[in-house]
């Protein structure tokens, strides 16, 4: 049997070196920003970056998950069409600067995403916006439920690591309406680490175990299945529920046909077994180390991930400064 790698239309293991090439170009525009407290200026040289070196990497792609009407930024949108128009035919989800406050701010955890999978198997949420979610590593996968209390799921992954209570770290965007659920993780035993925003690197931590055990609590849909790209190389497990903001977003995805009680798996997300994750750090962060601009040199640091064969790539790389002057004179 021929595998999906192999036949033409799907995407195959050179995509992944080419992904990064993109998410580069996001980190180093946008990375001129960090710091300067101007969101919106950082993700719009973000965005023109990672367009423009998107339409040369080899697929006839279109975004399915794109960022701009939530964060009400410049966007590349659902529909648009990307890359070379040859290669495969792909679903693709970006956010050129996953948490965008984070590098206004100056903070940690910002990142420049990018996720392909075959075309037909990302998720569509019909504009819902907010899920609820929960990520775990492999080893407490199986274990796992979220239609379980908070206390019950934290316990099964202390058992699952055989680790004690106290020493089990949630990970919660830290926002008002999380509030009972953070009481609920503290009476439970366990720790709660908190990040500001960029749940896509929280996610990818807690599925690797690096620094968190789990994540807990509403975020970004969009970030659900892009992390979800990559959970699937890592043999994590996330597993998500949509939350509409209001009665109107309620109706939308209810005439859309989705079960909103349904709990979501890794899976239902990316239905395909051949998918990738890029991303490159814009800031320090729990994963990737963010851009410096040095007098000499850029130097970026990178995460790739590829389902098919599990593997998951740390690249470091350096750029000439005047090689990219049209992005750095912004």
Not at 40 to 68: K, L, P, Q, Y
Not at 122 to 138: R, W
Not at 205 to 212: D, K, L
Not at 306 to 321: D, Y
Request: charge should be negative; aromatic fraction near 4%; glycine fraction near 10%.
């Amino acid at each position: 049997m021929t595998s999906p790698a192999s036949t033409s239309t799907a995407p195959d293991r050179n995509l992944a070196l080419e992904l990064v090439r993109v998410t580069e170009a996001a980190a180093i525009a946008g990375g001129r920003w960090v710091g300067a407290g101007d969101k919106n200026r950082a993700d719009g040289a973000a965005v023109d970056a990672m367009r423009s070196f998107m339409d040369t990497v080899r697929m006839d792609g279109t975004v399915v998950i794109g960022e701009g009407e939530k964060d009400e930024a410049p966007m590349l949108f659902n529909g648009e069409s990307v890359g070379d128009g040859n290669g495969p035919e792909v679903d693709v989800a970006v956010d050129p600067i996953d948490g965008t406050r984070l590098t206004a701010l100056g903070y940690n955890n910002a990142l420049a995403v990018f996720a392909v999978a075959e075309k037909g198997s990302m998720y569509d949420p019909s504009a819902v916006f907010y899920m609820e979610k929960m990520v775990v590593g492999p080893e407490a996968a199986e274990y796992v439920d979220l239609r379980l209390p908070v206390e019950q799921n934290v316990k099964l992954v202390a058992k699952a690591l055989d680790k004690p209570l106290s020493q089990v770290t949630v990970c919660v965007l830290e926002r008002t309406r999380h509030e009972p659920l953070v009481e609920e993780i503290r009476a439970a035993g366990a720790r709660v680490k908190f990040i500001m925003d960029g749940d896509v690197a929280g996610a990818i931590a807690a599925a690797r175990g690096a620094g968190v055990d789990m994540l807990l609590g509403t975020g970004g849909t969009p970030e659900g299945i892009i992390a979800a790209c990559a959970i699937k190389a890592t043999g994590g497990m996330l597993q998500g529920r949509l939350a509409p903001t209001d009665d109107a977003e309620k109706q939308k995805a209810l005439d859309a046909g989705h079960d909103l009680d349904r709990v979501l798996t890794t899976d239902d997300l990316v239905t395909s077994d051949n998918c990738y994750f890029a991303a490159t750090g814009i800031t320090d962060g729990d994963l990737v180390r963010g851009v410096r601009y040095q007098h000499h040199r850029i130097v970026t640091e990178s995460i790739v991930m590829r389902s098919t064969s599990g593997t998951v790539r740390m690249v470091a790389a350096e750029h000439r400064p005047e090689k990219w002057g049209r992005w750095l004179d912004q």
